[in-house]
């Protein structure tokens, strides 16, 4: 589920409301966390419900290229075919993922992400994050600072 979908299927009018976000935290698997740190969670994010630029901007996770790595138009790399290659430094919108992927007897971590080339192409697809052997292509960045409008 997009991070637009969850949010659609959790808001009430134009927010989150805080009960929902706090159900929400507490349901994740593979973490623990009472209803108090729940509170406190979404309280830290926004009082009195969650905007969806708070939510989008929680829950969205970017990457930089750090080599080149192709943008795939499948998980499985031995059944995809290449987009195009991601550019150094080109930012990565989180879509899916990350997830960890079996090849050839080993174990990569892939994630399906949007970026956009210096020439302006926007793609979606699959990435690899770190390669079998370890190699990192992508690390983990805060969100980018909006492009300054261009001077005329």
């Not at 299927?9 to 805080?18: F, Q, V």
């Not at 994630?111 to 994050?129: F, M, P």
Request: charged share 30%; hydrophobic share 35%; with cysteine.
């Amino acid at each position: 589920m997009s991070p637009q979908e969850l949010f659609d299927k959790l808001k009430d009018g134009d927010k989150i409301p805080e009960k929902a976000f706090c159900k929400l935290l507490q349901s994740l698997e593979g973490l623990s966390i009472s209803a108090e740190h729940a509170q406190l969670i979404s309280r830290k994010i926004e009082a009195d419900g969650i905007s969806k630029d708070a939510f989008i901007k929680f829950v969205v996770i970017y990457y930089k290229v750090l080599k080149t790595i192709a943008f795939t138009d499948g998980v499985d790399i031995s059944k995809c075919k290449t987009l195009r290659k991601g550019e150094d430094g080109e930012i990565i919108e989180v879509l899916e993922g990350p997830q960890t992927v079996a090849y050839e007897g080993s174990e990569m971590i892939r994630i399906r992400g949007r970026g956009t080339a210096k020439s302006g192409t926007v793609t979606e697809g699959w990435l690899t994050v770190s390669g079998s052997k370890g190699t990192p292509f992508l690390e983990k960045v805060n969100k980018p600072p909006a492009a300054a409008p261009a001077k005329k």
